[in-house]
C-alpha cells in the first residue's frame, strides 16, 4: 500500500481543487485506476465489492479523497490572508449565475459549499497564520527543567510535590502561574491561575486540547502585559506546549507565534517556563485543571489550521462509516463493521489468502463470475460453495475444524476477524483449498 499511495496516490492527488469541477463521468475514469491499485496491493480477487475493497485497504473511495483534499485546501486558504485567492474563495461571487446556468461549472469557492454541506462541517472562524519574527526581535525562552528527569509513572505524588516544594523554595521571587487546557466532548476550555485571580475561557468545539494548552499559555501571557510583575514563571503540564514553545523556529501553530510575539513585548518581566506533572497533588495545578475544564466565559474563539485539517479527515471518516453502515449484506462487514481496516501479515501469500477469505470472494467460489458459469456446488452437502461454508459449516471438514479451530470457533468473526485464527492456513492446506483461494 505504501508504493501505491506514494507512486500512484500521489498522482491522482496533484491537482484536486482544480480538476475536481470536472464532470463526473470524467472522474469516473479515475476509479478503475484506483481499484486496480488497490487490487494489486491488497491481492483481492477481481470480483471483490468495491465498498469492501476500500475497507480492506484503508483507501476511500477517490470521490471522499477529492473532498477531503478540496476541504483542506480551502482551510489552507482561508488561514491565509495573504492568498491572492482568499477572499474571492471565501466569499464568491456569481452565485444566481450558477443557480441559473445548470450547465456552467461552479467556482471552488461555491463547490466547498456543497462538500460542507455532505460532511456535515458548518463553517467556522481560523486563526490566520502568523508571520515569524524577524532576526532582530527572536526572543531566548527561558525554561526551568526540573522535573524532566522524573519518570511519572515510577514516582510518587508525594515525591512530586515534595520536590515541586523544594522548586519553589529556590524561586520565591517569581510569581507562579499555572496554566492548563482541557477537551471534553462538548467542551474545550483553558484556564490561567494567579496567586489572587483565575483566567478562564472557552474555545471552539473543533479546538484541540494541545490548542488549548497553548492558548493558556497565551491567557497567562495576555495577562502578564497588564500587570506590573518582575518575574513570573509559567507552570503547565503539557510537555507538548513546551516542546512546542521550545522548537519555536519549526513550528507552524499560530499560537506558539502570538506567544512569542507577546514574550518579546514584555522586556520588563523576566519570564521562565516550566513543565510539572499533571494530577500529582500540585495545588496550582489541580486549580488549573478544574477551571479549565468548568470554564464557561468565552471570546470569539478561533481554530488553527492544524484542527481544521483534523476536523476534515474525522469528518471524512464518519462519512465514510455512515456509506459502509448501508451496507449490511456485505460479507466483510459482518466480520468488520468498522472501517477501520486490518493489519498486515509477515507473508504475503497468507496476507492474500487471508483477505480474501474476509472479504468473502476467492478464486474457488467466485471464479465462476468471470467465466458466466453456474456456482460452484459443495458435492457433499449440495449447497452453493462459500467462504463461510467451507470455514464453519460443511460436514465433510467438521473434524478438521475441531482439529484446528476448537469447539469454541463458532463464526467467520472469531477465524477471520481483527485477531485471526492462526491455524486457519494449516486448515485449508489439510483440506486442499489453500492453493484455491
Known sequence: MRIYRSLVRSKLDYGVPVYGSAAKSTLKMLDSVHHQGLRIATGAFRTTPIPSLHVISGEPSLELRRHRLSLSY????????????????????????????????????????????????????????????????????????????????????????????????????????YTDGSKSDNHVGSAAVFPDFTIAETLHPFCSVYTSELYAIYLGLLKISTLNFKKAVIYTDSRS????????????????????????????????????PGHVGIPGNERADKAAKSANASRETFVPLSDALQVV????????????????????????????????????????????????????????????????????????????HILCQCKDFYSQRQAHFGAHIIGLIDILGTNPCVNVFTFLKEVKFFNFI
Open 74 to 177: 480551502f482551510y489552507k486558504i482561508k488561514s491565509d490572508e495573504s492568498h491572492p485567492q482568499h477572499y474571492k474563495v471565501i466569499n464568491p461571487i456569481f452565485g444566481s449565475l450558477f443557480s441559473v446556468r445548470l450547465s456552467f461549472i461552479p467556482t471552488f469557492g461555491f463547490r466547498i459549499g456543497e462538500i460542507l454541506r455532505y460532511f456535515e462541517i458548518e463553517d467556522f472562524p481560523m486563526v490566520s497564520n502568523t508571520e515569524d519574527p524577524p532576526p532582530w526581535k527572536e526572543t531566548q525562552l527561558d525554561f526551568i527543567d526540573d522535573f524532566l528527569h522524573f519518570l511519572k509513572p515510577g514516582t510518587s505524588d508525594n515525591l512530586f510535590q515534595q520536590h515541586f516544594y523544594d522548586h519553589r523554595q529556590c524561586y520565591s521571587d517569581y510569581v507562579p502561574i
Open 241 to 276: 506546549g513546551i516542546n512546542a514553545l521550545r522548537r519555536a523556529k519549526h513550528t507552524n501553530h499560530p499560537l506558539v507565534m502570538q506567544c512569542l510575539h507577546l514574550h518579546h513585548t514584555l522586556k520588563k518581566t523576566k519570564i521562565k517556563y516550566c513543565w510539572i
Open 313 to 388: 479527515k474525522l469528518s471524512q471518516h464518519r462519512v465514510w462509516q455512515r456509506i459502509w453502515d448501508g451496507q449490511s449484506n456485505n460479507k466483510l462487514y459482518k466480520i468488520q463493521p468498522s472501517i477501520k481496516g486490518f493489519g498486515n501479515l509477515a507473508i504475503r501469500k497468507h496476507d492474500v489468502i487471508l483477505t480474501r477469505l474476509r472479504v468473502g470472494h476467492a478464486f474457488l467460489t467466485h471464479r465462476h463470475l468471470l467465466h458466466s458459469d453456474p456456482a460452484p456446488i459443495c458435492n457433499g452437502c449440495n449447497c452453493i460453495l462459500s467462504v463461510e
